[in-house]
T-cell receptor, first 114, second 113 residues
Framework: NAGVTQTPKFRILKIGQSMTLQCTQD?????MYWYRQDPGMGLKLIYY???????DKGEVPNGYNVSRSTTEDFPLRLELAAPSQTSVYFC?????????????FGSGTRLTVV | AQKITQTQPGMFVQEKEAVTLDCTYD???????LFWYKQPSSGEMIFLIY??????QNATEGRYSLNFQKARKSANLVISASQLGDSAMYFC??????????FGTGTRLQVFP
């Protein structure tokens, strides 16, 4: 059971560079999410998707873009990296009736922008 | 306004003692869910316990129990018989309406011998 797979695990970017954080789930979950976690803080929702072709903004969407062309994949795009985007990024997924801990998290991507 | 509030940045507890981690929430949606997650130093998010807004009984999972006081909008986590391996960050989270999961700022728990 792969669950939620995030790549890469670590990345260093220079200011102004762009990159895509990949997220794939194999549980046929409708809902997928991207969070960022700054040092010593909680997780903040960046974007989420309730199904293929549908995305919506979370609490902190500025500087990011997402797409959801398939149920399995939910990539997060950083177009012009800034030091403020240095963080740990978590992807998660859940089934429609997401009770009883039905949110599955990936292992995270640690991104540093220098 | 904060949806999820955890007022204890850090807590200490002696091994084998019980500890309560506080969480209050704010929502006008009658249907919501409350979660607690553990994040050890390795960084992964580990689900601990869930409480639905319509659940009559407080949730329990092994050494974890959730003290759900709906009128006070609180959902405190109680860890009984603390172990050294319980040292970690603990996050309270709430799901409402459209299935977004919103997190609190966390409490760092340290268990000492």
């Amino acid at each position: 059971n792969a669950g939620v797979t995030q790549t890469p695990k670590f990345r260093i970017l220079k200011i102004g560079q762009s990159m895509t954080l990949q997220c794939t789930q194999d549980m046929n979950h409708n809902y997928m999410y991207w969070y960022r976690q700054d040092p010593g803080m909680g997780l903040k929702l960046i974007y989420y998707s309730v199904g293929a072709g549908i995305t919506d903004k979370g609490e902190v969407p500025n500087g990011y873009n997402v797409s959801r062309s398939t149920t399995e994949d939910f990539p997060l795009r950083l177009e012009l990296a800034a030091p403020s985007q240095t963080s740990v990024y978590f992807c998660a997924s859940s089934a429609r009736d997401s009770q009883m801990g039905g949110y599955t998290f990936g292992s995270g991507t640690r991104l540093t922008v220098v | 306004a904060q949806k999820i509030t955890q007022t204890q940045p850090g807590m200490f507890v002696q091994e084998k003692e019980a500890v309560t981690l506080d969480c209050t929430y704010d929502t006008s949606d009658p249907s919501y869910g409350l979660f607690w997650y553990k994040q050890p130093s390795s960084g992964e998010m580990i689900f601990l316990i869930y409480q639905g807004s319509y659940d009559q009984q407080n949730a329990t999972e092994g050494r974890y129990s959730l003290n759900f006081q709906k009128a006070r909008k609180s959902a405190n986590l109680v860890i009984s018989a603390s172990q050294l391996g319980d040292s970690a960050m603990y996050f309270c989270a709430m799901r409402e309406g459209t299935d977004k999961l919103i997190f609190g700022t966390g409490t760092r728990l340290q268990v000492f011998p």
